[in-house]
T-cell receptor, first 114, second 116 residues
Framework: DAKTTQPNSMESNEEEPVHLPCNHS???????IHWYRQLPSQGPEYVIH???SNVNNRMASLAIAEDRKSSTLILHRATLRDAAVYYC???????????????FGDGTTLTVKP | NAGVTQTPKFQVLKTGQSMTLQCAQD?????MSWYRQDPGMGLRLIHY???????DQGEVPNGYNVSRSTTEDFPLRLLSAAPSQTSVYFC???????????????FGPGTRLTVL
């Protein structure tokens, strides 16, 4: 499986933007980039995903480097409720041998200061 | 839809005991997975399944068995519990849809297991 590398922790001030980086230098051409977050004492929840183009949804934006070897999750205005562990993972497209296998690393723990 | 449900929510075992953690989903998802999360750590994949009757090992399969007799259920069995298996266990499911947009993975609330 292609691996991802994320910083262990990051801090942000409330109401400020947050840029969470992820390196995936061994990504294959068909791997999707997914982001999940895990709030305290809960299971992970989906945030956003993309393949090549930048993506926006109501929760966040995903900026993907042109060579796809890195990506950045952008929270436009951090709130205290955004304090969580953020996971960047790569996923095979449907039909690939490992499509059903989904591994998570240790993620980035985001602390939001009031 | 109830989504992904897990039982029990909490469990305390003695070393050597066996038990089964239950996981069920009502979304007709083909893919199901079991993860463990140790304190302060990320998720580690134990076993996963791509459909009824098909299972495979993940990153940390030792000490655990799984089976998938139906699409809905994916139980995880601890054969002989050890203190090292104290952890929070999460079950997850997702569809095998051809559309990338259908690839969201849904997680259950977790089972907190303590082995004494």
């Amino acid at each position: 499986d292609a691996k991802t590398t994320q910083p262990n922790s990051m801090e942000s001030n409330e109401e400020e933007p947050v840029h969470l980086p992820c390196n995936h230098s061994t990504i294959s051409g068909t791997d999707y980039i997914h982001w999940y977050r895990q709030l305290p004492s809960q299971g992970p929840e989906y945030v956003i995903h993309g393949l090549t183009s930048n993506v926006n949804n109501r929760m966040a934006s995903l900026a993907i480097a042109e060579d796809r070897k890195s990506s950045t999750l952008i929270l436009h205005r951090a709130t205290l409720r955004d304090a969580a562990v953020y996971y960047c993972i790569l996923r095979d497209p449907p039909g690939n041998t490992n499509a059903g296998k989904s591994t998570f690393g240790d993620g980035t723990t985001l602390t939001v200061k009031p | 839809n109830a989504g992904v449900t897990q039982t029990p929510k909490f469990q305390v075992l003695k070393t050597g005991q066996s038990m089964t953690l239950q996981c069920a989903q009502d979304m007709n998802h083909e893919y199901m997975s079991w993860y463990r999360q140790d304190p302060g750590m990320g998720l580690r994949l134990i076993h996963y399944s791509v459909g009824a009757g098909i299972t495979d090992q993940g990153e940390v399969p030792n000490g655990y068995n799984v089976s998938r007799s139906t699409t809905e259920d994916f139980p995880l069995r601890l054969l002989s519990a050890a203190p090292s298996q104290t952890s929070v266990y999460f079950c997850a499911s997702r569809t095998r849809g051809s559309s990338a947009g259908a690839d969201t993975q849904y997680f259950g609330p977790g089972t907190r297991l303590t082995v004494l």
